[in-house]
């Protein structure tokens, strides 16, 4: 079952503005990861970052966790149109017995850089 | 960073016919394959876990006489889409990692069509 819930569903932006997408989850966790899907391919991942972690900067990304809400966002600075592109949060859950070893993926984010 | 191929990316098939689909590392050892499926504009749900050399790990509600993965390298798992309908129709993604790796590396996956 998906886990992960993320808002916006779409954003549209301008490039050079900064891009914010926020995600939500159920279980404990050992990290959290973002990842990138460019329209009709696999993804890249971005990112990630501990559960004892508060904040992880890369480059323009900076993405932060709050395991007491359970959440974490991934802001994209300085935008450029080469950002666009749907963007999903994925945790290894830590269900019952201990870790699956599996990702679950959020909804996913669809963001279009406007030049 | 890793490289993970996956072929065909593209395939159009009739409706019974049977569907291999190939995941390979090309430059690291997988031990742990996953197979996700994609509609469009969704996220990505996760269908099967295959460790190297036992059998895979399937989801609930998938069916794994339909879909049968094979995991027999640390370098080439395959899903075969058997006696495909219509409504097998997807986008299929894999995405391996290796022992001590927490991310995945995917690949660019396949687009199904069954006609």
């Known amino acids: 079952s998906q886990q992960g819930e993320e808002d916006p569903q779409a954003l549209s932006i301008q490039e050079g503005e900064n891009a914010t997408m926020n995600c939500s989850y159920k279980?404990?966790?050992?990290?959290l990861q973002w990842y990138r899907q460019n329209s009709g391919r696999g993804l890249v991942h971005l990112i990630l970052?501990?559960?004892?972690?508060r904040e992880k900067h890369s480059g323009r990304l900076r993405v932060t966790l709050d395991t007491s809400k359970k959440s974490s966002s991934l802001l994209i600075t300085a935008s450029r149109a080469a950002d666009t592109a749907s963007y999903f949060c994925?945790?290894?859950?830590?269900?019952?017995?201990?870790?699956?070893?599996?990702?679950?993926f959020g909804q996913g984010t669809t963001l279009q850089v406007k030049p | 960073g890793a490289v993970v191929s996956q072929h065909p990316s593209r395939v159009i098939c009739k409706s019974g016919t049977s569907v291999k689909i190939e995941c390979r590392s090309l430059?690291?050892?997988?031990?742990?394959m996953f197979w996700y499926r994609q509609f469009p504009k969704q996220s990505l749900m996760l269908m099967a876990t295959?460790?190297?050399?036992?059998?895979?790990?399937?989801e609930q509600g998938v069916e794994k006489d339909k879909f049968l993965i094979n995991h027999a390298s640390l370098t080439l798992s395959t899903l075969t889409v058997t006696s495909a309908h219509p409504e097998d129709s997807s986008f299929y993604i894999c995405?391996?990692?290796?022992?001590?790796?927490?991310?995945?590396?995917f690949g660019s996956g396949t687009q199904l069509s069954v006609l």
């Open positions: 279980t404990s966790i050992n990290n």
């Open positions: 430059d690291f050892q997988a031990t742990t």
């Open positions: 995405s391996a990692k290796g022992l001590y790796n927490e991310k995945l590396f």
């Open positions: 295959s460790n190297e050399g036992s059998k895979a790990t399937y």
């Open positions: 970052i501990r559960s004892n972690e």
């Open positions: 994925a945790t290894d859950a830590i269900l019952g017995s201990g870790n699956t070893g599996k990702l679950i």
